[in-house]
């Protein structure tokens, strides 16, 4: 009788010590027999992205780890969407009446486009965790709805007065292509604030996928580097640039594709 309780106390003790494992206080790496484990629940990171054509995104992603190399998780980003075709242009004209410089323009733009981005996805490792301070890789996806928000763009130009050097603001109306292009007349771009009382929205839906490079994977600090590929879809007017015989082989997509490089730091609990 004695040896069958020694035995089961004994596989009781074994079970508990394996139950403890699961989770340790701290930042402290535990592994199991198999070298698997799971010492954090939750991530949430702050993320800068750059993508083509010279976007810039910032945004917050925050997940829950289901399993040692899966997470599912929410995300929330903001940036702008830019035309392939876009060329800067700075003069460096000064204004004699006001004395002021002119500022770079993009010629061909009428409207700026940005994108608010709420997306739903899941990241998984290909493979175990690195044990200490070492690179896992695996791959993300998500995909969930986009808010356009288009703003008309704005140029300073000579408002033709003979030796006034009066400069007017003015945008793309569709009846003014040729006094909107006509660079002898553009003095620069206006104040970004100029038409944020015109705004509209444009809503859409987006997708991404990306391989994913965890740096310490088991580090309470969450550090990690994406790359790969989004697409946005938005419905209705959002063209950027205008279509015209002044604009040769410029033409707008609703679909707007990207390459993008995503780095992620945050924390671990």
Known sequence: ?????????????????????????????????TGKGLVYDNEMTFNISLASPRNFLIGMRSGKLVSFDEMRYWSLSFGDLRHPRERR????????????????????????????????????????KARQRGVAVGYSYE??????????????V?????????????????????????QDRIFGASAWTQGIDELSIRPGIHAKAAAHFAFGAYDEMAKSLEAGISADFLLGETDIM????????????????????????GKRW
């Open 89 to 128: 242009e700075n003069p460096d004209r000064i204004n004699l009446l006001t004395n002021r410089v002119s500022r770079a323009y993009v010629f061909g733009r009428q409207n700026q486009l940005y994108a608010l981005r709420l997306g739903f996805g899941k990241r998984k490792y290909f493979s175990e």
């Open 1 to 33: 009788m004695l040896r069958p309780l020694t035995f089961l106390t004994f596989c009781l003790f074994c079970s508990s010590v394996l139950i403890a494992q699961q989770r340790l206080p701290g930042n402290s790496n535990i592994y199991g027999a």
């Open 242 to 265: 205008i279509e015209s015989d002044l604009t040769p082989g410029v033409t707008n997509n609703p679909l707007h594709i990207s390459l993008f490089i995503n780095v992620q730091l």
């Open 158 to 182: 000579d408002a033709g007065e003979p030796n006034s050097n009066r400069i007017i603001d003015i945008r793309h109306t569709g009846i003014n292509t040729a006094e909107f292009l006509n």
């Open 143 to 156: 995909f969930g709805p986009t808010l356009g928000i288009l703003k008309p763009y704005y140029l300073e």
